[in-house]
């Protein structure tokens, strides 16, 4: 080897060095997108059910269909916790994905909690941290220190996003703070027995929903629940194992009659569009279950999971959800999509 060969042989780390340093770096500081209120929604994405444990490559897929908004249906984290340190710690754990780093920076991000995130599972009104837990999942989604929703109980909220008449309310509820205790079910049956005169929602979260639906002058209106509402028949929570609010919330529909409400809940691990008709309401009502981020209720038969309200398949693999909507025709049409991206079912909605 000659003396040139050698010497340019050393200068060999000082060429990485400077190489390293003019290549442009991508930041993965997180940066929330904010809500355009004027911004005319056309594609909104939705799901539930993402511990942050498990694998979180489905990030990529939502942010290719370039939603407009992101609802978190609730269990946006998995932590059953007293401890608020815990808590926050994962919420900063899923914050720091990167993938989803990536999708909060092209996409406003909205929601409400369940039971995983609000710190309890199957918690309801009785859980001690619950006012500590609000706080932190509204860190977590970004919410202004200023918003009326800081200072009172519970994290419902409404959204009116649009502009003239291509506008969409929606109408975030929270299922936990007030609800009702359930008694667990001793022959097994199912995991609850019935709260025939129990309550979900707390007083005043229904007249503040009454308001909601009453006044509402939207094209389209998105009631949100981290439960099932329509579902009956399966054995885990839902709005049926408290009947007399599942009705009420049924009734106040046909009361307020609101333009096209579509609900959309999470929890159940599992996909599916299911439909209703209400005497006294001119339109079905339907309901899309988005629920399987990083893992999904695998059982291949729907007699695992019964619902007499279902408008076709049962999706039993990881997915999310979009509602697309087509301003020329005043259409919206519900699409479940895979980890990939691939679409396991439409369904068009009114």
């Given at each position: ?93 899923q914050k720091a994905v990167q993938a989803y780093t990536y999708f909060v920076r092209t996409t406003p991000i909205i929601g409400t909690w369940d039971d995983h995130d609000y710190g309890e599972s199957d918690g309801g009104k009785n859980f001690k941290a619950k006012a500590e837990a609000q706080q932190l999942f509204l860190d977590f989604l970004d919410v202004p220190e200023t918003a009326e929703v800081r200072q009172t109980e519970g994290v419902y909220q409404s959204y009116l996003i649009g502009e003239a008449d291509k506008t969409v309310k929606i109408i975030v509820l929270d ?176």
């Amino acid at each position: 080897m000659n003396y040139k060969t050698t010497f340019i042989i050393s200068l060999l780390p000082l060429f990485v060095l400077v190489s390293s340093c003019l290549k442009p770096r991508i930041s993965l500081v997180y940066s929330p997108t904010a809500i355009e209120e004027t911004k005319v929604l056309e594609t909104i994405a939705f799901g539930s059910c993402n511990r942050t444990d498990l694998e979180q490559n489905i990030w990529p897929s939502i942010r290719q269909t370039n939603p407009d908004l992101w609802i978190w249906l609730g269990d946006a984290i998995y932590a059953d916790t007293e401890n608020m340190e815990k808590m926050k710690r994962m919420y900063e754990e899923q914050k720091a994905v990167q993938a989803y780093t990536y999708f909060v920076r092209t996409t406003p991000i909205i929601g409400t909690w369940d039971d995983h995130d609000y710190g309890e599972s199957d918690g309801g009104k009785n859980f001690k941290a619950k006012a500590e837990a609000q706080q932190l999942f509204l860190d977590f989604l970004d919410v202004p220190e200023t918003a009326e929703v800081r200072q009172t109980e519970g994290v419902y909220q409404s959204y009116l996003i649009g502009e003239a008449d291509k506008t969409v309310k929606i109408i975030v509820l929270d299922t936990r703070y007030f609800r009702d205790d359930l008694e667990k079910d001793p022959s097994g049956k199912a995991r609850y027995l019935l709260n025939k005169e129990g309550d979900i929602l707390g007083e005043k979260q229904w007249q503040w929903l009454e308001n909601e639906l009453a006044t509402s002058t939207a094209a389209f209106n998105i009631i949100c629940s981290s439960i099932q509402v329509l579902a009956e028949e399966q054995l885990f929570e839902k709005w049926a194992n408290f009947p007399t609010a599942r009705q009420r919330l049924l009734d106040l529909i046909v009361k307020t009659q609101p333009q096209h409400p579509i609900m959309i809940s999470g929890d159940r691990h599992i996909g599916e569009v299911a439909k209703i008709k209400l005497d006294g309401f001119e339109q079905p009502i339907y309901e899309i279950t988005s629920s399987g981020l990083t893992h999904a209720y695998t059982k291949n038969s729907a007699t695992a999971e019964p619902n007499k309200y279902r408008v076709g398949n049962l999706i039993n693999q990881r997915h999310f959800a979009l509602l697309q909507i087509d301003w020329q025709t005043k259409k919206i049409t519900s699409e479940i999509r895979d980890v990939n991206g691939n679409l396991l079912q439409s369904t068009d909605l009114h």
